[in-house]
């Protein structure tokens, strides 16, 4: 028995209909086009897209493609074209700009499926239509963030490179290929030591980078001794890191490397200069000790403590906590003199590979400003017109803010400095309180403003008993009425802790702060460095 044409009317009508719901769920729409007619259906989703009516809508698929952006026209074009080629393809796929109805551009991804009578001809074509336009300008955004990335390595004047879990080049920057003697970045794709280096070099520098992937822990400021296989032997200082995704799993490494070539054969020449290397490399094997117990103090181990010739007495004690594998917060404790310390706590804007570059160059101008370090404002103004050039030369917008301060236990004083940084909380037998919280205290951010100057401030060490410095991550804490943690709280806590062990202490103020904020979690680096002063009794 045959159904009622009316109820089969209806019965198709419901089709479509649930058809219409489903596409509007995905935000898709349908068209329809019998080929040899000038009209086309589409859904009211798609009218949507195109801004028009039902009775205004073009028909995208006939030439001249005037709805079409000039520069997607010829894709366009060719799509179409074979998909109406007698024998062509059964389904027609392309992305194009349109211009809508109300004269703006939208994204459109457009598919279709193409049916053929008995000689192959395209009878009609009907498929769906979806606004990609947000996808395409994230897209655009993640390019422009690349190509600025690439900027930046391109125009340091080192070499930058990424290796894989087997050592093997993934990116490097202009600086390491034309060193490699390739005229592009791109030749090196894919390519391992071996293939420049003799084996003495390749070797040891593999046996590095293996051991950084299977233990987590860097390797800083390695002089090597390059022996190439076409070229003659040359120099370099380098420090090489764990690359991690943004799960902290360690997907291989990189490495920032400068030519120190010119320096070592110039002191070969002459013994005084040799005698200046030696005393360079002993200084070096102290600055290596140095890294390997701040990379554990990183780790929550502690940082070794001092003792002046009368007994006065420091100790250290650190919390490194970053929310991405690449962090921008680091600090640096270097001993100054024999009696003499001083204290490094820094926040690179951002987050990922673009701070940890930063982070690597300003390690690398530490040990240029390390003649300076008694001199507190001097050794920031050093950092910040190092850390100026670097990014003009990239044609970047980058900036760190830090606070360097050196405690003197011979003299008894306290000095210090600050580049845009929330001031330490000193506590003592005045009770609590913040310095270099006033603007006439601080200078710019690092990176910020050639010539800088920053202030130099003495505090008679007297009267402090401990000194507490930290990044903003702590501070940022939010609860969840959106309400920052603030220093008056970390204040407040330091005041009530004042007696506990200086470990106790950090694990203190770490726990008040997740638990004030909202999720028990940090959503910026926190970098907490303390310093506990004791005197001889």
Not at 87 to 98: C, F, H, M, S
Not at 264 to 278: C, F, K, Y
Not at 423 to 446: H, N, T, Y
Not at 532 to 537: E, L
Request: net charge negative; aromatic share 8%; charged share 25%.
């Amino acid at each position: 028995m045959s159904e009622d044409p009316e109820t089969t009317e209806v019965r198709n009508k419901l089709k479509l209909e649930r058809l219409e719901l489903a596409l509007r769920a995905s935000n898709e729409g349908i068209w329809d086009w019998q080929t040899d007619r000038a009209t086309i259906y589409y859904s009211r989703r798609v009218r949507e897209f195109l801004e028009c009516g039902k009775e205004r809508a073009p028909n995208l698929f006939l030439p001249p493609y005037e709805h079409i952006w000039p520069e997607d026209r010829e894709a366009f074009e060719r799509a179409v074209s074979l998909a109406l080629l007698d024998g062509g393809p059964e389904t027609l796929a392309v992305d194009a700009r349109i211009r809508t109805g109300g004269d703006l551009l939208c994204w459109l991804r457009i598919r279709g499926t193409v049916l053929r009578n008995r000689d192959g001809k395209a009878v009609r074509i009907a498929g769906s239509m979806i606004d990609i336009s947000r996808r395409k300008a994230a897209e655009a955004a993640v390019e422009e963030e690349r190509y600025l990335l690439k900027q930046l390595i391109d125009h340091v004047p080192l070499k930058v490179y990424f290796k894989d879990l087997e050592s093997k080049f993934v990116t490097a920057n202009q600086g390491t290929a034309e060193g490699m003697g390739c005229a592009d970045s791109s030749e090196l794709t894919g390519k391992h030591d071996r293939d420049f280096f003799q084996y003495e070099h390749w070797k040891n520098a593999y046996d590095d980078e293996q051991r950084i992937i299977q233990t987590g822990n860097p390797v800083i400021d390695l002089l090597e001794h390059e022996t190439w296989q076409r070229a003659s032997e040359t120099w370099v200082i380098t420090s090489k890191f764990p690359w991690r995704d943004r799960n902290s799993a360690i997907k291989g490494t990189f490495g920032v490397s400068s030519d120190v070539t010119r320096l070592v054969l110039a002191e070969r020449e002459a013994s005084d200069l040799a005698r200046q290397l030696r005393m360079k490399n002993e200084a070096y094997e102290e600055e290596l000790l140095l890294a390997r117990e701040i990379q554990h103090a990183l780790a929550n181990e502690v940082i070794p403590a001092a003792t002046d010739g009368n007994r006065n007495h420091l100790t250290f004690g650190a919390r490194y906590i970053p929310i991405s594998g690449l962090a921008g917060d680091f600090f640096e404790v270097m001993k100054i003199g024999d009696d003499a310390y001083g204290m490094l706590i820094c926040d690179v804007m951002g987050h990922g590979v673009r701070s940890a570059l930063i982070v690597a160059m300003l390690r690398g101008l530490l040990e240029k400003q390390r003649a300076q370090s008694a001199e507190p404002g001097m050794f920031l103004q050093g950092l910040n017109d190092g850390l100026v050039a670097i990014l003009e030369r990239a044609h970047a917008t980058m900036f760190a803010t830090a606070f360097f301060g050196v405690i003197d236990l011979a003299a008894g004083t306290f000095e210090y400095a600050c580049a845009g940084h929330p001031g330490p909380i000193l506590a003592g037998k005045d009770g609590v309180r913040q310095i270099a919280c006033e603007r006439s205290e601080k200078g710019p951010g690092l990176g910020l403003i050639k010539g800088a100057c920053y202030p130099t401030h003495k505090l008679p060490l007297a009267e402090i008993d401990r000194i507490v410095l930290f990044t903003d991550g702590v501070l940022e804490a939010e609860n969840q009425s959106g309400e920052p943690f603030f220093e008056n709280r970390l204040m407040e806590i330091i005041g009530l802790k004042s007696q506990d062990p200086l470990e106790s202490l950090l694990d203190g103020i770490l726990s008040s702060v997740l638990a004030f904020s909202e999720g028990q979690r940090f959503d910026d680096d926190v970098c907490l460095l303390g310093i506990g002063i004791t005197r001889a009794t």
